[in-house]
């Protein structure tokens, strides 16, 4: 079954506490509307930060109760589609990601997403989209988590890998599993170094599964190119070490190989990888390609 869930059933934290706003079953899918990360509150290049309520950030659309899911299971969404609004809008700044302490003034960039082409003019220079969800997630084991900020629950993970075609898996601590999304990107590099991708307004379809077999107290997202381990943690180097020791843990019972031996394999076919650098707790993924999977007969569902 489809439902639709508008953008206007949004939430700034992500929380146990939340009412449900859809009930939906295994297997079905929903077309999820989100604002962009500001909720709309930017409307122009000119009128600076001066009138933007800072706790009106990040806002995810949800909860979405999903039938049959309870604590211990790992829930399984796939993103079959994302569409953007044609307006994306930057901003840099004072105190603002890796170069807010050299930055003196507030800096806000409103541009134009051509669709058709899936391209953004940046002053002459053709950039490709690459469209991305950077807010989704579950409600979090314990107290609220705001949307701004990752852990084992997703959040603002902002993988550019969180796009069409890809599978989120996500371990569930409540009943329902409690999901949202939002802060959709039109396009964004590796570290969100400015502390914002292209933000726009979306409407993103996914579907929601229980993962069979798969166990895993991390994010994990698989598409075509293989698999990816998110381990989010304020100290980045933590963070990749852990999505290393995640991701052996996840794949060495599949296999006949030794630690030593799977650590071998992994320094020669593994990547770490970084999502981002800019939130309160950094986010890192260590990927593995699927011809390695092939090879071993490993089959992540």
């Known amino acids: 079954m489809k439902h639709k869930m508008d953008k206007e059933n949004f939430f700034y934290a992500m929380s146990k506490g939340n009412a449900p706003k859809l009930e939906v079953n295994l297997g079905d899918t929903v077309e999820i509307e ?36 309870s604590p211990g299971d790992v829930l399984k969404v796939t993103v079959e589609k994302i569409e953007m609004g044609e307006r994306g809008v930057m901003v840099t700044g004072p105190g603002m990601g890796v170069m807010g302490n050299r930055l003196k003034d507030t800096d806000i960039r409103i541009f134009n997403v051509d669709n058709e082409k899936g391209t953004v003019d940046f002053d002459g220079l053709t950039l490709p989209v690459n469209k991305m969800i950077g807010v989704i997630g579950v409600a979090p084991p314990n107290e ?15 993988a550019v890998k969180m796009t069409e075609g890809a599978t989120l898996y996500l371990p569930v ?40 077999s798969l166990k895993t107290y991390h994010p994990i997202i698989t598409d075509k190119d293989g698999v990816y381990m998110m381990v989010s943690d304020k100290d980045l180097n933590l963070a990749v070490d852990q999505s290393v020791h995640k991701m052996i843990d996840l794949l060495q019972p599949h296999t006949n190989l030794s630690l030593s031996e799977i650590t071998m394999l992994m320094s020669l076919t593994g990547q770490t990888q970084i999502n981002q650098i800019v939130d309160p707790k950094k986010t890192a993924r260590f990927f593995v390609p699927q011809h390695v999977l092939d090879h071993y007969g490993i089959q992540l569902k």
């Open 34 to 69: 989100a604002h962009d990360c500001f909720t709309g509150q930017i409307t122009s290049e000119e009128n600076g930060f001066s009138g933007v309520d800072w706790h009106q950030i990040n806002p995810a659309t949800g909860p979405v109760y999903i039938n049959d899911v």
């Open 144 to 158: 609220a988590i705001n949307n701004g900020t990752p852990d084992t629950h997703g959040g603002n993970m902002d």
């Open 173 to 212: 601590y409540h009943e329902g599993a409690l999901f949202g999304l939002g802060d959709v990107h039109a396009a964004m590099a590796d570290g969100e170094i400015s502390v914002s991708g292209l933000e726009v307004e979306s409407t993103v379809t996914v579907t929601f599964e229980k993962a069979e």
